[in-house]
């Protein structure tokens, strides 16, 4: 029988039926690598635990990690994630301005010291002790140690906040640095990505809420379950870049017909993250920069993205076999036409399907997910 917490939550999720939000809750699961049971705890921990606080700073950024979250084209996203926390500080979300919004930070600070999850987006400037980003007359650098040591977890939301990103690249006029490296003694969970995928984020606070712990993270901070894999691997373009087939220029005939995109500077081959997989805006087939012909930045790697120059050819760190193949132009030589093999482990698939599925599960009141693979890649390949 459904609780009142289970009502209340659907209804704020749109009125979405109880099976779309535990099946929601099981696909953001597999996403997370997690056996499918745990979709029942998570959905159980969203509709009893207690909302974390969060205190949200953006220090040097230009906003584009909150828009990401806010502006998907689903509304579900950004009220899940919103209603699973209690938002008690953020520059760019508060109603209210002034001396009251920097009185109720200090209020949620001192009465949830240790418990509250501080996430940080935008990079800190420390030149000239960190005067070129102030916030109510203290320096971001000041905002940031005075406000950082009593988190019970630290979230670096986007590249900038991860490690500097664009506020760092090229002379990095006010010596701006990631807060990982501002706060060393502490573990900082980094979602680069510019903007990095909401889902990323999502999904972190979802797992922190439900296990009371942070996910298993890489040797960057960042959570394996969306980093621990190349977008080379997953990329619907892959056929074209086993056969030889790559776009010279932009627009040229094999460019538009969705042949890879790695003599344009695709830096898919040494950058790890999800979004070939979950895609971005909510929107479906196709929705991320190098499904709508743009080279991958590499904006979630510490030193490829915002270090290297978009025209120099990525370094391709392994060549492993694709997660799968999708049909390649069917009149040319290399691979064969119809030629889909399932040829990489299970993980990487239930990573792959994870974000897409957990849109649709939300979209559809019936189980049907036939299509949804085959509807990705359309439009792209001849
Ligand atoms: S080089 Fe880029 S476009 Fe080509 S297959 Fe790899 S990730 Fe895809």
Known sequence: METDAFATVRRQLGGISRRDFIKFCTVLAAGMGLPLSAGARIAEAVVTAKRPPVIWLSFQECTGCVESLLRSSHPTLEHLLLDLISLDYSETLSAAAGHQVEEAKADSIKANKGRFVLVVDGAVPTKDNGIYCKIAGKTALEILKETAPHAGAVIAMGSCASWGGVAAAGSNPTDAVGIVDLLPKQKVVTIP?????????????????????????????????????????????????????????????????????YKLGCKGPETYANCPTVLFGETGAGTWPVGIGHPCFGCTEEKVGFKTPLFTL????????????????????????????????TAGMAIGVGGTAALAALKRSDADDEGDEKGRGDGKEV
């Open 193 to 261: 990505g510019c903007p990095p995928n909401p889902y990323n984020l999502l999904s972190t606070v979802l797992y922190y809420i439900t296990f009371k712990k942070l996910p298993e993270l890489d040797e960057k901070g960042r959570p394996k379950f969306a980093y621990s894999r190349i977008i080379h691997e997953n990329c619907e373009r892959r056929p074209h870049f086993d056969a030889g087939r790559f776009a010279q220029q932009f627009g040229d005939d094999l460019h538009r017909r969705g042949a890879c995109l």
């Open 314 to 345: 990525a370094n391709i760190k392994e060549l492993s076999p694709p997660v799968f193949f999708s049909e390649a132009f069917p009149d040319k030589s290399g691979i064969s036409p119809g030629i889909k093999v399932l040829a990489a482990g």
